[in-house]
């Protein structure tokens, strides 16, 4: 049963660009979140979708893009990179949104930005 | 908008020791609470959840927590830790509204805790 897989692992961009990252749920689950982690910080929410649709949004800018697929699969873009967008970047799947459904976590992508 | 706090940013204690990790957390309301933890090398999973109920909840691998509303308070023990134990614990919170749960999750910034044998 595989888990929460996120692609790629590693990428490095330069200051300006765009990012797409890319994230599988949990076999089973049909809601996806992200968050994103800096170094020696907790992860912070950017979005939640469920059904296609963003469901809930963090305090991040419009920079900051998503997607849900019919598979249930997401996307995370992120435009006009800047220094600061340089993270570890959790996708997190649940069966169905409420809080009373467990986060399963992936390993996620770090992103560096130069 | 609710914050987490927590206290200890490294701790190093040695096998058999009693561990207990504070978190403390800000909001008017009512919330539900969380502590994940990320063993090395690995993806982050929960330890344990209170939503509502008994204040002291016990999680996977003998670890317990308990809520103490009055103090805004959540902290983590375990009565005699393991090596096995070293990782990265976070304490979480989101608030509970009315209607359904808000999903997005606010965490601290993590206790580094480091198991020597």
């Known amino acids: 049963d595989a888990g929460v897989t996120q692609s790629p692992t590693h990428l490095i961009k330069t200051r300006g660009q765009q990012v797409t990252l890319r994230c599988s749920p949990k076999?089973?689950?049909?809601?996806v979140s992200w968050y994103q982690q800096a170094l020696g910080q907790g992860p912070q929410f950017i979005f939640q979708y469920y059904e296609e649709e963003e469901r809930q949004r963090g305090n991040f800018p419009d920079r900051f893009s998503g997607h849900q697929f019919p598979n249930y699969s997401s996307e995370l873009n992120v435009n006009a990179l800047l220094l600061g967008d340089s993270a570890l970047y959790l996708c997190?799947?649940?069966?169905?949104?409420?809080?009373?459904?467990?986060?399963?976590f992936g390993n996620g992508t770090r992103l560096t930005v130069t | 908008a609710q914050s987490v706090s927590q206290h200890n940013h490294h701790v190093i204690l040695s096998e058999a020791a009693s561990l207990e990790l504070g978190c403390n957390y800000s909001y008017g309301g009512t919330v539900n609470l969380f502590w994940y933890v990320q063993y090395p090398g690995q993806h982050l999973q929960l330890l344990l959840k209170y939503f509502s109920g008994d204040p002291l909840v016990k999680g996977i691998k003998g670890f317990e927590a308990e809520f103490i509303k009055s103090k805004f308070s959540f902290n983590l023990r375990k009565p005699s830790v393991q090596w096995s134990d070293t990782a990265e614990y976070f304490c979480a919170v989101t608030p509970m509204y009315s209607g359904g749960g808000a999903d997005g999750l606010t965490f601290g910034k993590g206790t580094h805790l480091i198991i020597q044998p």
């Open positions: 997190a799947s649940s069966f169905r949104p409420g809080v009373d459904s467990p986060l399963h």
């Open positions: 076999s089973g689950h049909d809601t």
